[in-house]
C-alpha cells in the first residue's frame, strides 16, 4: 500500500480540520462499506487455498495421517482437523 499526500487531494479547510485531531500522524481512511471488498477478491489466494484444501482431503481419504499433512503442509494438527472437518460435511 503506499501513501497518498493529503495536502495534495484534500482542501485547505479539510486537511486544517483533521490536524486538529491528528496533527502530522499516520492515519487509515476506511472504504465506503458499499466499496468494501470481500477477502481474496485481489488476489488468487482464496482459489489457492481452496485447492490445496481440496488436496488435503484427497491425500486424508487415501490414508495420510493429520501429523503427516501438518507437516507437509506447514500447518498445525488442529488446522488440518478443521479443514478435513469442513470438506467432510
Request: aromatic share 12%.
Amino acid at each position: 500500500m503506499s501513501y497518498i499526500r493529503a495536502e495534495d487531494i484534500l482542501p485547505k479547510e479539510v486537511l486544517e480540520l483533521i490536524q486538529q485531531y491528528v496533527d502530522g500522524q499516520t492515519i487509515y481512511i476506511p472504504r465506503k462499506s458499499e466499496c468494501h471488498k470481500s477477502w481474496g477478491a485481489g488476489t488468487d489466494t482464496k482459489k489457492d487455498l481452496m485447492i490445496r484444501n481440496r488436496q488435503m482431503y484427497a491425500e486424508y481419504r487415501f490414508g495420510a495421517t493429520v501429523r503427516e499433512l501438518s507437516e507437509k503442509y506447514f500447518l498445525t494438527e488442529k488446522s488440518v482437523q478443521r479443514i478435513i472437518r469442513n470438506y467432510k460435511n
